[in-house]
């Protein structure tokens, strides 16, 4: 064969493949079928002496036309082309998204069956800014013409993050009572925050913007509102940062066929006790242009307010030292836990209302073997006391097991009169 007619042959063999490559191998015809029609065109098969070559007997149009019919077979055949979107098309849309509307329907399913669903509008704007309203009442959701009747916000959660502080507006509009939360960060609490470049929209969708694509499984696709959409499912332990996912746990994303724009989202994962859990974003609308008075508080006269400031700190030592005691377990008998099963003291936060003593709290991280201990005792003898005793009274005080106790836990100091960075350096010690 001379070398022009090997050219042509490897760009024939070439565009075949492509063609053939596009075919889903699960539905797609079979690799045996496509094989004799990729042989037949391309002039592999294992050449007959007796009779002329196929390629020197075929003139150009035959050529064309057995392509036009295998192009034909691809898509025809039962089980069509693969999608044309692609994970990587998706991706790309959350590099670029700096505001974000959704209405969203929340289900929680407990392991009796029973079913709560909430709806609520989230709007979300970059940098740091998130408006969440509770809808209630009766009445179809999402409202037509995307409206809500003032009747049917039943609580409305505005929140501003900064690096350095953040406000909560709680506002419950049934009663007219306002909860403003202020939340100040120090020591190591504030070198973690992020300074908000992404903020919150880009953000929350960041880890799904790093999601490989071969993480990403193609599940169908389908209309929404109209809409041809492609979706998308991946494990949420498979995201980028997915250590803290719920295993059972699945996101899925249905974009527009045509843009690659995510039209819908689903969140499920199931917990400890058997419940639940499945969120839909729905009706999306990126970059939106919401105005910066959204998230402001609306006129709070006549209001019940209530104020509360709360600092975080993060330790830089972050193991009790040495000589300091922990006893957690029943008022008696042997303790469940004790200092040797502190991992970690990573944090502190100082708690303050109008009119009130500021209250101060610890957190404790267990190693694994505390933590088994401390879960299976806790989960044992809910509704009774357990009582934490630091310093062989120094510090001491019960609390009632309303649930499982796990990994973390807070631990009052409040009866030190110490402050957080005072506490850190009397009773911690740098890590070895």
Known sequence: MNDNHRNRRDHLEDNVEKLLSRSQPELAMPGETKEHILTALTGDGAPDSSQPSWRTRAPWWVTAAAAAVLMALIVLWPGGTRPALAWADVAEHFEQVHSMVAWVTSEETSPSGAVKVTHYRALQKDPGLSRTEIISGPGPFPPPRGTVAPG?????LIMRSAREESTI??????????HHTTLSYAGSALEGREVMPRGLVAGTWNRLRGLAADRARIIGEREIEGVPVVGFEARADELPGGDEAPVDG????????????????????????????????????????????????????????????????????SALAEGVTLRVGPESGPPIM???????????????????????????????????????????????????????????????????????????????????????????????
């Open 338 to 432: 004790t200092e040797a099963d502190v991992e970690a003291v990573p944090s502190g936060r100082e708690v303050r209302r109008s009119g009130e003593e500021p209250r101060r709290t610890i957190t404790l991280v267990a190693t694994p073997g505390g933590e088994s201990r401390l879960k299976a005792f806790t989960a044992a003898h809910i509704g009774e006391r357990v009582v934490f005793d630091v310093n062989d009274g120094e510090i001491r005080f019960g609390i009632r097991i309303g649930g499982t106790i796990g990994r973390e836990m807070r631990v009052d100091i409040t009866p030190l009169g110490k402050t957080l960075e005072e506490f850190a350096e009397d009773y911690l010690t740098t890590r070895r």
């Open 250 to 317: 699945v996101v899925r994303v249905w974009a527009s066929a045509e843009t690659a724009v995510p039209i819908e989202i689903e969140l499920e994962f199931g917990d400890e006790t058997q419940g639940r859990y499945r969120t839909v974003f729905g009706n999306l609308e990126w970059n939106a242009p919401l105005a910066d008075g959204l998230f402001e508080p609306p006129d709070l006269e006549g209001w019940t307010i209530v104020e509360e400031w709360v600092h975080e700190v993060g330790f830089s030592r």
């Open 152 to 156: 049917r916000v039943e609580s409305t």
């Open 169 to 178: 507006v709680r506002l419950s509009h049934r009663d007219k009572s306002a």
